[in-house]
């Protein structure tokens, strides 16, 4: 068997295994606790975002996606920034709330640094004030989706050069 065909079948396994089990680290950089209780609602029977597989995990050294709430406020911005450099390769991004996204209710604060993308690259983007479960798992699920192309390097913050997002939600 070829090196080549060995690599492909195991980044394809590496893919198979994250997209159908990715595990979640949550963290709140200033949210108002609106979003966070829709998060957890997410993972409640009711709307079971386990069934695609997802686990929420305590610790970044174990998580591939890093859902984000509220703004980045100036004190939670090194948290932050340590909590992402702590998660291994490769790492996804989802901002969730218009905090998040903008800074929202929040922006021109004199002590928030604006949302999440002011930070770090974010790949999927899910508003509302506080967005809908449907609206979160929508925005997980299309994440999960885009893992199904070959493992892209993960890409520098914001700060250091543009990102693409894979996905910009609508508000429901
Ligand atoms: S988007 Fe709304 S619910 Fe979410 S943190 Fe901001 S103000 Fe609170």
Redesign the pocket.
Known sequence: MSTNLVESVIEGLKTWARVNSPWVIHFNSG??N??DIEILATITPRYDLERFGIKLQGSPRHADVLIC??PVTRQARERLIRIYEQMPEPKFVIAV???ALSG??FDGLYNVAGGIDQVLPVAAYVPG??PRPEAIIDGVVKLLSSLQQPAPETAPAREQGATQPVYEGEAI
Request: net charge neutral; with cysteine; hydrophobic share 10%.
């Open positions: 949210s108002c609106g979003c709430t509220g709330g218009s905090c929202g209710v004030c506080p």
